[in-house]
């Protein structure tokens, strides 16, 4: 019993600080980067403004890679791949009115 004490317990902690730390690093730069855009302009704000901005865009990125991999994950549990999707989905169907 104690095993699955230990397991459950780490899982609580993975799910905190790998599924929702870049939600909650997300919510924190946006609002960093509201309070930036209604101070006073200057070059150090700016440039401020300028590092959230690409911070942001990682975020976005990993979390964009993050869902990808699971689609693929989950396609691959089911026997389908994304080339199948990818292949089949953009090409027009033939013999249709």
């Known amino acids: 019993m104690r095993k699955v004490t230990e397991v459950h317990e780490d899982l609580h902690v993975w799910d905190r600080e790998v599924l929702k730390k870049p939600v909650q690093r997300m919510k924190k730069l946006k609002r960093d980067l509201e309070?930036?855009?209604?101070?006073?302009?200057?070059?150090?704000?700016?440039?401020?403004?300028?590092?959230?901005?690409?911070?942001?865009?990682?975020?976005?990125?990993?979390?964009?890679?993050?869902?990808?991999?699971?689609?693929?994950?989950?396609?691959?549990?089911?026997?389908?791949?994304?080339?199948?999707?990818?292949?089949n989905l953009l090409q027009p169907a033939e013999g249709r009115i």
């Open 35 to 87: 309070r930036l855009r209604r101070g006073p302009m200057t070059e150090e704000s700016a440039a401020a403004q300028k590092e959230i901005l690409l911070r942001i865009e990682l975020l976005l990125e990993q979390e964009e890679l993050k869902w990808v991999q699971r689609q693929e994950q989950n396609g691959l549990s089911m026997g389908i791949t994304i080339l199948f999707f990818s292949t």
